[in-house]
């Protein structure tokens, strides 16, 4: 049932709606009256109504006035005026108090039937809305636990791919590039820096506790995206701005992890430790998780930040620690420009404040080229030659001008960059190219995909796969055209017999050979050899 309160003050106004309404909307609506303004406001205040016939001149507090108290406290009711007077002189001041309909004095039972055929359309309307919102809330908290461990388990893994995290950023609303992890450890009693029954608290959480301690981190830190448990940690993300936390800001945050902590344990029957980790970019997150362990098993509070312990790296107050985290952020991304932009901005650095120390910033020079190799040649594609850079150390140290170490440097560190986007690219080359090799040393021999794959020792799937991609023809397609160009040849000397080419070109069976050979010229290798040999 709706409920309708009915507002005016002639006691034959009210009697007359409500029997309209009792004799034609029979278990429709549950009827409330009020005679005054200030009446209405309290008769709706403890009713709520969903609709109001409101007269507009009220003893006391008019009626214009107790719809605008009324609709502060609901404001989703619907109201029709009751009035005397011509409605246009309402019309402006209730324009946005949600009426319906403006019902001139005296009426008939047929406009009242109409003005409330009218609101129940709308409030159906409504309930059927608020009942499918229920339906998508109810689904989306299914859902998005689901979407958001997900995203955790993409980030811890390394398994996300551009496109995965632009699509994770959207359906999770992410606005930033940035964040940081936390690790929430749970169990019975703490020991040192870690907690026991690992597996026991582990299933008492999944089981009973999970909704509980996810809520009040949801609570705790603004937009924090939850994990679900693996062994007995809760892996949570927190999206960042920017990818610097002040001191201040890194007290407040482990302060407010003390009272979470002292929350959850309060919650449930377990004992909690946080760690927490650097602010890292979205795709390099896994390292931030790496700390927030880290952090935990270093020190024994219940909670710990990885810039507190001696994990973290500390720099001088003047190094360009952003700087240098870009350098290899570019370098993870294949961003040659810029990289090349960074490094050298971190070039300048260091001529600008050490140009007196020039060994150190040959150093720092070599170091950086070697740790980008290093992370080239892991990214995999690349034949890794021990001695390829014998002669790194002893060029650098020949170097008399910092011009030149710059510009060593930097191209070195171009290589580096470009290499990353090229190395899968090269891989492939170099396979199919020793595969075509294989086929031109056993050409004449009875091989086959699953002998060149175990060769290169990959799957016979994979390469499959590649030969097609790079060669834009299948295995035996590439296999037979050359075999009969061979056979081709082979046919102009008039000393070979047919079955002796076929064999030589690896077909042991004659007959097999002649269709293989008219399928790919339309002709059979004899008149294919009368043809050569009439000179056509």
């Known amino acids: 049932m709706y409920r309708i309160m009915l507002a005016d003050d002639e006691g034959i106004v009210i009697n007359s709606l409500s029997m309209i309404i009792t004799n034609n909307y029979e278990n429709e609506f549950e009827i409330e009256t009020a005679k005054s303004g200030r009446m209405a406001i309290e008769v709706a205040d403890r009713f709520r109504p969903d609709v109001v016939f409101m007269d507009i001149q009220m003893p006391g507090i008019n009626g214009i006035d107790a719809m605008k108290e009324i609709k502060t406290l609901i404001p989703n009711v619907i109201f029709v005026v009751l009035t005397a007077y011509d409605k246009f002189d309402y019309?402006?001041?209730?324009?946005?108090?949600?009426?319906i309909d403006y019902l001139n004095k005296p009426y008939n039972q047929k406009t009242i039937i109409t003005v409330l055929d009218r609101i129940l359309g709308e409030l159906n309307k409504r309930r059927e809305r608020r009942r499918r919102d229920l339906q998508t809330k109810e689904r989306l908290e299914t859902v998005i636990p689901i979407i958001e461990n997900g995203f955790i388990s993409s980030i811890i893994f390394e398994e996300s791919f551009e496109e995965d995290i632009q699509n994770y950023k959207s359906l999770l609303s992410i606005n930033t590039d940035y964040g940081y992890m936390m690790a929430i450890m749970f169990g019975d009693i703490q020991k040192g820096n870690y907690l026991t029954n690992a597996i026991g608290s582990s299933v008492k959480a999944q089981t009973i506790y999970y909704e509980k301690v996810r809520n009040i981190l949801?609570?705790?830190?603004?937009?924090?995206?939850?994990?679900?448990?693996?062994?007995n940690k809760i892996p949570v993300f927190i999206p960042r701005d920017d990818n610097i936390m002040e001191y201040s800001e890194r007290t407040d945050l482990i302060e407010k992890s003390?009272?979470?902590?002292?929350?959850?344990?309060?919650?449930?029957?377990i004992q909690y430790r946080i760690g927490i980790g650097g602010i890292k970019k979205l795709k390099n997150c896994n390292e931030s998780y790496e700390e927030a362990t880290k952090a935990l098993y270093s020190s024994k509070g219940s909670v710990a930040h990885v810039d507190?312990?001696?994990?973290?790296?500390?720099?001088?107050?003047?190094?360009?620690?952003?700087?240098?985290?870009?350098?290899?952020?570019?370098?993870?991304d294949g961003d040659v420009d810029g990289c090349v932009l960074s490094s050298g901005l971190f070039f300048d650095w260091m001529s600008e404040k050490y140009s007196d120390d020039i060994m150190s910033i040959k150093l720092k020079s070599l170091e950086f080229v070697l740790r980008a190799e290093s992370v080239m040649y892991r990214s995999g594609g690349h034949l890794y030659e021990f001695e390829s850079r014998k002669n790194y150390l002893s060029d650098i140290i020949d170097m008399d001008s910092l011009e030149d170490i710059k510009t060593w440097y930097i191209e070195k560190m171009k290589n580096a960059v470009y290499n990353m986007t090229t190395g899968s690219i090269d891989h492939t080359h170099h396979l199919i190219k020793?595969?075509?090799?294989?086929?031109?040393?056993?050409?004449?021999?009875?091989i086959s995909l699953n002998d060149i794959s175990e060769k290169l020792n990959i799957s016979s799937y994979y390469f499959s796969k590649l030969f097609k991609e790079e060669?834009?023809?299948?295995?035996?397609?590439?296999?037979?055209?050359?075999?009969?160009?061979?056979?081709?040849?082979?046919?102009?000397?008039?000393?070979?017999?047919?079955?002796?080419?076929?064999?030589?070109?690896?077909y042991s069976d004659p007959n097999y050979f002649s269709r293989i050979f008219k399928k790919a010229t339309g002709m059979t290798p004899t008149e294919y050899k009368e043809r050569v040999r009439s000179g056509l």
């Open 218 to 231: 949801k609570d705790t830190y603004k937009n924090a995206i939850v994990g679900a448990i693996s062994s």
């Open 91 to 99: 019309a402006k001041e209730a324009i946005n108090l949600g009426v």
């Open 308 to 332: 507190d312990l001696p994990i973290a790296v500390s720099y001088e107050e003047s190094y360009p620690a952003n700087l240098e985290n870009e350098i290899f952020e570019k370098l993870d």
């Open 258 to 269: 003390r009272v979470a902590v002292r929350e959850m344990r309060n919650a449930t029957d």
């Open 434 to 446: 020793e595969a075509m090799q294989y086929i031109e040393d056993n050409v004449k021999k009875d």
């Open 471 to 506: 060669t834009k023809e299948g295995f035996i397609e590439y296999l037979t055209k050359r075999r009969v160009e061979m056979a081709k040849d082979m046919l102009k000397d008039p000393t070979k017999s047919i079955k002796e080419v076929g064999s030589e070109c690896g």
